[in-house]
């Protein structure tokens, strides 16, 4: 039973004044400033038009600074990306960046419309059916050089899970600029799919309130409760998924600071399933984009829930243990981050903030099992500000699927199933490909019909009307995108579609391109030979009867990989800190698009193992993909300082394709940066145990980096920003560490983006500033002044020595406990990666001695 642990209505009473009173004195400083530096003058003499709004203001304690988000408006309208960062310490302005614009001419144009008809928007953004628009207020976007009055809208899909962020003329309804706030990772590699666009997720809970700026949205509970325990049964971070380590119960595993009535309360509601205050994870098997079914812990909140996979198993038989491991591995990233600055003020996902800023209600919605495709995973950030004291908000949402087993021609993937003739019944099943769209078929559906030839043949103009009623469609799969060849099959009355490439027996994973979302017919990809049997009998007057089902004995969970869970919320933690918060990351904007790169980075970071160290090179989602843990992963090479492995730079953003391909370079920096901390501050596989840590440092760094870069940053923008954080939070003390890494892959000193829309300008550079050329190499000996490093610290059951030097000296250890009495000593060669295994110690506080020829150290550990 839930027990109170204090009343608190004083104490948010006297937070929101506070928080009131500390807006209203950064607005008058941010507008003081601005009056007075004259940054919103304009070259056409209308400067009196010009002003400025807040946007969100974050308290960053790592920094020890408030964030400041501004939006530069004209005539009382929002300039569209004419965004500002402020820093306030003090009450003072210490750091003002911005874009806005300097040359503001107002365009004459004719009546605005108050809001388009769903007709207009249906056929500006090719979509058949519209499930809601939601407005924001009106804009002004530059255009040919002048500015023309903008409508900003949300347009979701009802066909689909997109949701695009759409900003069009006032009059017209012209586009002038549109993205989808979902980002998809198909986690395949780029040949996997022929197209790069899959299914997408949707967002919603938009409310139009008006709400003081900076307060919750949401009613004030009147107590805060001590949670009642739970157990789950899961795989416990820092494993990446089941190929890495066995489950473990753990019990009541959240940050009671962060999350302060547990994970299944949201301090209104007490939940019994997978739901509570930072997430509601279920099953989406319909595609239905709502709540599906979620597993029950029962009054004592009990997640222990039998699991086993194999080539015979069906993945749905342990349902409820992978939606329980979804659900640990979002509150754990919601716990994580929150400690980095993943904050209520910083627009994190919360149904309830409990006082401390920011808006709520947007709790993420985690749909395992997810019934719009396979080998995929998204997420849609959502948004939340306020604007002229109106509350927009939209929750995110994660969208989880299940994975191919691997196959062979002596094992295919069961798609189909001959019905007639015999002569076609008893031929061998071939391997097949899924597609990213269309209808799935789970829980045992399937489609039963005659084979029908469609003409054209590779359905790239729509067949006859009526032509196809009733068929299975065989089409080929050449000279245009599969979810346009399907779509236009199901217009001309298909109920289902194969399509054979004409040229080998190897099939393909389909992605729908740009019209896959309006497809709602299940479809799969066979090779040559079957092909033309199917055509050739067709061709002969033959009647084929064939049925659609899928066999999923044997595929993965997704939501039982840890490493794309963290990417996928990764995504959210990039796009809600980066500028207004949504938007920003758009490959429409910069074709530098490094969001995959930063999620990346996030999954390696909570799955770094204990005895990690740089020489073990990692490769992205080997389990999903059904490699070995040794595997190479699915991107470009594997993460890893050591240029024999990963010899990626920054002027091979010029010839690489795809946003998971450039991430993939920005990440690679991020991970050589990563390990250049862990050499110089040491290592703790647990990075909430110690700020001090080199890996807790770097990822701090980098969420601050997140909250002081540009909208629409390059790799430029995203290392300078890098940099401004050691500044501002750490005095510049590692400002040379930080150059020199990202000089070893090209973005140094004058490297350079060109133009943000284009994507093969980008020049690399290897020089470092002209101070840290002199000062570096004295700077790296002094800082680590080949000091040894004892590592994981604390530890739980063995630990590592790391940074000996290379020579023929052996390196004697020795462990002492707090009373002086030895409980280990051992001699080995410096070369030995061997570990010191402390089980069976006593939990407490030992001392190690090291010693390596004439070096002596001595190191305080602790053992949990």
């Known amino acids: 039973m839930d027990r109170k642990l204090f009343l608190w209505p004083f104490s948010v009473a006297v937070f929101f004044a506070f928080g009131k009173m ?19 003058a304009q070259k056409n003499g209308t400067s009196s038009k010009a002003g400025v709004i807040i946007l969100n203001e974050d308290p960053s304690k790592s920094l020890g600074v408030n964030i400041v988000n501004v939006q530069q408006t004209f005539d009382g309208l929002r300039v569209y990306n004419a965004l500002g960062k402020v820093m306030i310490k003090e009450n003072k302005v210490i750091s003002e960046k911005n874009d806005f614009k300097k040359n503001i001419s107002v365009a004459s144009q004719g009546k ?25 207020p009106n804009v002004y976007f530059e255009k040919n050089g002048v500015y023309v009055l903008a409508k900003e809208l949300f347009v979701s899909d009802k066909k689909s899970s997109d949701v695009w962020h759409v900003i069009a003329d006032a009059e017209t309804g012209e586009i002038l600029t549109k993205d989808n ?43 805060l409760l001590v949670p009642s325990n739970a157990s789950y049964n899961v795989f416990p971070l820092p494993v990446e998924a089941p190929t890495f380590g066995p489950r473990a119960i753990i019990n009541n595993p959240w940050d009671i600071t962060v999350s302060p009535q547990g994970w299944h309360s949201d301090g209104t509601n007490n939940y019994t399933n997978t739901r509570g205050n930072n997430v509601y994870a279920y099953s989406d098997q319909t595609n239905s984009n709502t709540a599906g079914y979620s597993p029950s812990g029962g009054a004592t909140l009990n997640f222990d829930f039998p699991y086993a996979e194999g080539r015979y198993i069906n993945p749905f038989t342990h349902r409820d243990a992978a939606i329980t491991n979804l659900f640990y591995m979002n509150n754990k990233m919601h716990d994580v981050f929150y400690k980095f600055g993943f904050t209520e003020s910083a627009r994190n996902y919360q149904t309830n903030n409990f006082g401390n800023g920011g808006l709520g209600n947007d709790a993420v919605n985690a749909e395992a099992f997810d019934g719009s495709g396979l080998n995929n995973a998204n997420f849609s950030s959502g948004y939340e500000t306020i604007i002229s004291g109106v509350t ?8 989880m699927y299940l994975w191919d087993r691997a196959q062979t021609a002596a094992d295919p993937i069961s798609r189909y199933q001959y019905n007639s003739p015999s002569t076609a019944v008893s031929r061998p099943k071939v391997m097949t490909g899924s597609a990213s769209f269309g209808t799935l078929l789970f829980d045992g559906q399937t489609v039963t019909g005659d084979l029908a030839v469609s003409v054209p043949a590779d359905a790239c103009t729509p067949p006859a009307a009526g032509s196809l009623t009733g068929k299975i469609a065989v089409i080929t799969s050449v000279t245009c995108e599969y979810g346009l060849k399907v779509l236009n099959a199901q217009n001309a009355g298909a109920i289902g579609a194969i399509v054979y490439r004409p040229s080998t027996d190897t099939p393909v994973s389909m992605g729908g391109g740009t019209s896959g979302s309006q497809v709602n017919i299940p479809a799969i990809n066979i090779g040559k030979t079957e092909g033309l049997y199917m055509v050739t009998e067709l061709g002969n007057g033959n009647t084929i009867n064939l049925t659609l ?20 919320y990764g995504h959210g933690i990039s796009n809600r800190l980066t500028g207004q918060g949504y938007s920003c990351l758009s490959t429409a904007n910069s074709a530098e698009q490094m969001g995959e790169g930063w999620s990346d980075f996030f999954a390696l970071m909570l799955t770094t193992r204990p005895g990690d160290t740089s020489a073990l090179a990692r490769g992205m989602s080997t389990y999903s993909a059904d490699q070995p843990t040794t595997g190479g992963g699915i991107r470009l090479a594997k993460y890893s300082p050591d240029f024999g492995i990963n010899n990626y730079t920054y002027g091979r953003t010029n010839t690489v394709s795809g946003s998971h391909a450039i991430g993939f370079i920005w990440a690679t920096m991020l991970w050589d940066l990563t390990w250049k901390y862990i050499e110089k501050y040491g290592y703790n596989s647990d990075v909430l145990a110690s700020t001090t840590s ?5 990822l701090q760094l980098v969420v601050d980096g997140l909250k002081l870069q540009a909208c629409s940053p390059t790799f430029i923008d995203g290392r300078d ?44 550079d290897f020089t470092v500033p002209a101070e840290c050329n002199a000062a570096l190499s004295t700077q790296d000996i002094k800082a680590a002044d080949n000091k040894f490093i004892v590592f994981p610290n604390p530890t739980y059951d063995e630990f590592f020595v790391g940074n000996l030097d290379q020579s023929s000296q052996d390196v004697q250890i020795k ?39 004439e070096k002596i150290q001595t190191e305080k550990l602790i053992v949990r």
């Open 22 to 40: 500390n807006a209203q004195i950064s607005d008058r400083l941010i507008q003081d400033y601005y009056q007075k530096s004259g940054q919103l």
């Open 112 to 136: 605005a419309k108050e809001r388009f008809s769903e007709d207009l928007l249906k056929q500006k953004l090719n979509l058949t059916e519209i499930s809601k628009v939601d407005y924001l």
């Open 181 to 223: 706030l979902t980002l998809d990772c198909n986690f395949t590699h780029a040949d996997s799919f022929d197209t790069g666009s899959e299914a997408k997720a949707e967002q919603y809970l938009v409310s139009e309130e008006p709400a003081l700026a900076g307060a919750m949205s949401q009613p004030l509970t009147n107590n």
């Open 392 to 399: 927009y908000l939209q929750a995110p949402r994660m969208q």
């Open 549 to 568: 089902g899928n066999d999923f004995n044997g595929f993965k969970h997704s939501s039982l990989d840890n490493g794309i869970i963290a990417h996928e």
């Open 694 to 698: 080199g890996n807790a440092k770097v």
């Open 721 to 764: 920003a890098i940099l401004q954080a050691d500044a501002v939070g750490n005095g510049g003390l590692d400002k040379c560490m930080i150059w020199k890494t990202f000089a070893k892959r090209g973005l140094g000193v004058n490297a350079s983006a060109g133009v943000k829309a284009t994507a093969n300008d980008q020049v690399e």
């Open 815 to 853: 462990m002492f406990d707090m009373s002086g009495k030895l409980v280990f000593s051992d001699a080995r060669d410096p070369q030995s990666k061997k570990a010191v295994s402390t089980k069976g110690f006593q939990k407490g506080v030992y001392m190690v001695h090291i010693k390596q020829g």
